[in-house]
Structures are given as structure tokens and as C-alpha cells.
């Protein structure tokens, strides 16, 4: 990693400003010794942003599953993987703490036949159904220790709902990947262990809007009115002059356009401080940050927090 490659400034310099205490970083390449995220991570040290704990687990984009997914009639090709990639690893999810990791279950080999009332079924031939996951990145819950209280991160980055056929596969791929999740809150566990307890926090990219895009909106309005979750509503001015307060992704108009792609949903129960997506707009002298001559350097992706109030034990 170069310390002169513009994108990376771009990030390390978002990262800095904003200065979360656990950030998910989504579309970083994974390798087996976890060196880019090392270098980042110094990078940040740089700038005076600590990141003692770091998670980078393998990822399912770019995992071969050995058969012709797109119906090309070539193998091991980037459609054939897992999840989309031309190699493993590839766009892969990283999460950066400063509070110790207690614990992970990882859950992105999670295969999608299994997830109960899901979709697989109806877009799936019997062949892919024995071996297509469900998650197109990764799905892990993370436990983090922040003082006596531990937070379970419920993490994903969802599949876009396009570049398919009137079948809808990654459409349907798209919702079973937040379903899976509201599933788990709602009693079902994946892995027969006791049922999600609070207080946790869902996050990632769900690559799904409440209005626009192609998204099937089922599990997306289950999530935004699930009674143990809240939805902080972050907003930018920037989102605001392009689109809305509440878009989180700088797309082409007028398809997609700017969407809200980028979610963090907290359990009902912590009270939230604040809460904002990093999109400065046109004149603040913060929108040099975000890098390129179009603002999207870092990436088309904002960067999305929520400043949540811990309970101290006995407070409640």
C-alpha cells in the first residue's frame, strides 16, 4: 500500500475527521495475512486515529462454487463465485475498534436454502441450492466489550437487486440477507445456540432504499419499524442538494441516482446522542475531504454514525 494513492488519502482522511470509536469498513480487499488492513490501520495511526482491535474474517466474494451461476457456459468466472469477484477476497468487510472484540460468529457460509420462508427456492436450481450461500459478502456477529456492557454488532453488506433477470435472483438474494438478521432478533437462531439478546446494533450496507431503486422493500420496512430497532434517520446536507437528507450513496442520475444505500439501525433501548451521514455540501471546506473532483474519491459510499448513550449497570 502506497502512501500516495488518492483514494486511500481520501479515506484515511474521512476516517480521521469523523473519528468513530467502531467503524465497519465495507469493499476492502481481505488477504490471508490481513496486510492491507494493517497498513490502513497505520495510515490511520498517522493521523492520531487509534485502532487497537481489528476483525477481518474471509469473505465469499470471489469463493468458486465450482458451477456456471450465470449460465455463460464458462467456469470460475466473477458471477460464478459466491458472492461477485474476480478473486477471493475481493470488496471484502473489515471492522476497526477501540474497544476489545469478546467474541464473533461468523456466519457467512450460511447456506441460503436454509434460512427459513426464504427465497432461495424460487430462483435456485436443486444443484445451486446445495451449495449457494446466502450472504454475497459476510455476515458476522460481533461481540464488543465496552466497559462492563457487552454490544453485539449484527454486520452485512447485502448484495446489490440488479445485473439479473425477471427472476429477481439478487433482488430476492438482497432482502434474504436482512431477513436472515430480523429472523435471528425475532427467536430463530442459525445455529441452534440461545436467541440474539440486547443490546446490539445492526449495520451495514443493505443496498436497498424505502422509496427508490429496484430493491424489494419487505424486509427493508420490517427492519425501519421492527419494534427493537430504531431508525436514527442520519442526514447531510450534501444528501439533501442531491436527492434527500437521509441518502447515503453518490450513484449516476438519473439511474440509480443517489440512494439510500447505508444503514446503522440501533437496538430500541439506547438512547442516541447523534447521528449524520459525512456528505459535506457544495462550499463547506470540509467536501474536500471526500476526494476527486466530483466529491466521490473515497468512494460513492458516505460514511454513516450514530453516537449511541450506554447505560451504566443498575441505571435502569
Known amino acids: 500500500m502506497r502512501g500516495d ?3 486511500i488519502t481520501a479515506v484515511v482522511n474521512i476516517i480521521a475527521h469523523v473519528d468513530p470509536d467502531i467503524l465497519l469498513l465495507q469493499g476492502i480487499d481481505h ?4 496486510l492491507a488492513l ?3 490501520v497505520e495510515h490511520l495511526s498517522g493521523t492520531g ?3 487497537p482491535y481489528r476483525l477481518a474474517l474471509p469473505p465469499n466474494s470471489g469463493v468458486p ?4 451461476l450465470d449460465g455463460d457456459g464458462r467456469l470460475g468466472m466473477p458471477r460464478d463465485a459466491q458472492g461477485y469477484g474476480g478473486f477471493r477476497g475481493q470488496d471484502g468487510m473489515a471492522l476497526l475498534s477501540r474497544f476489545p472484540i469478546a467474541a464473533v460468529r461468523d456466519y457467512s457460509g450460511f447456506l441460503w436454502r ?4 426464504g427465497q432461495a427456492e424460487a430462483v435456485l436450481s436443486p444443484e445451486v441450492l446445495r451449495v449457494q450461500r446466502l450472504s454475497s459478502v459476510a455476515a458476522w456477529d460481533v461481540t464488543v466489550a465496552i466497559g462492563a456492557q457487552d454490544v453485539h454488532l449484527l454486520t452485512l453488506h447485502a448484495t446489490p437487486p440488479v445485473f439479473d433477470g425477471p427472476e429477481d435472483r439478487n433482488g430476492r438474494r438482497n432482502e434474504d440477507e436482512l431477513w436472515f438478521w430480523l429472523r ?7 445455529d441452534g445456540l440461545l436467541p440474539l439478546a440486547p443490546p446490539f446494533v445492526l449495520m451495514g450496507v443493505l443496498n436497498a432504499d424505502p422509496v427508490l431503486g429496484e430493491a424489494r422493500r419487505g424486509a427493508l420496512t420490517a427492519a425501519l419499524s421492527h419494534p427493537m430497532l430504531q431508525d436514527p434517520l ?3 446536507p450534501g444528501g439533501a442538494a442531491a436527492g434527500l437528507p437521509t441518502d447515503t450513496a453518490d450513484w449516476p442520475e438519473p439511474d440509480p441516482g443517489n440512494l439510500r444505500a447505508d444503514y446503522i439501525l440501533p437496538w430500541s433501548g439506547f438512547a442516541v446522542a447523534g447521528a449524520g451521514v459525512f456528505w459535506p455540501g457544495q462550499g463547506d471546506p470540509d467536501r474536500a475531504l471526500l476526494g476527486g473532483s466530483d466529491g466521490n474519491g473515497a468512494s460513492r459510499h458516505r460514511l454513516v454514525w450514530v453516537d449511541l448513550v450506554l447505560e451504566r449497570p443498575g441505571e435502569r
Open 38 to 40: 494493517a497498513e490502513l
Open 234 to 236: 442520519p442526514t447531510s
Open 49 to 51: 486515529a487509534i485502532y
Open 31 to 34: 488477504d490471508l495475512h490481513g
Open 5 to 7: 494513492d488518492p483514494q
Open 114 to 117: 436454509d434460512l427459513p420462508n
Open 65 to 68: 462454487t465450482g458451477l456456471d
Open 184 to 190: 435471528h432478533l425475532d427467536g430463530w437462531s442459525p
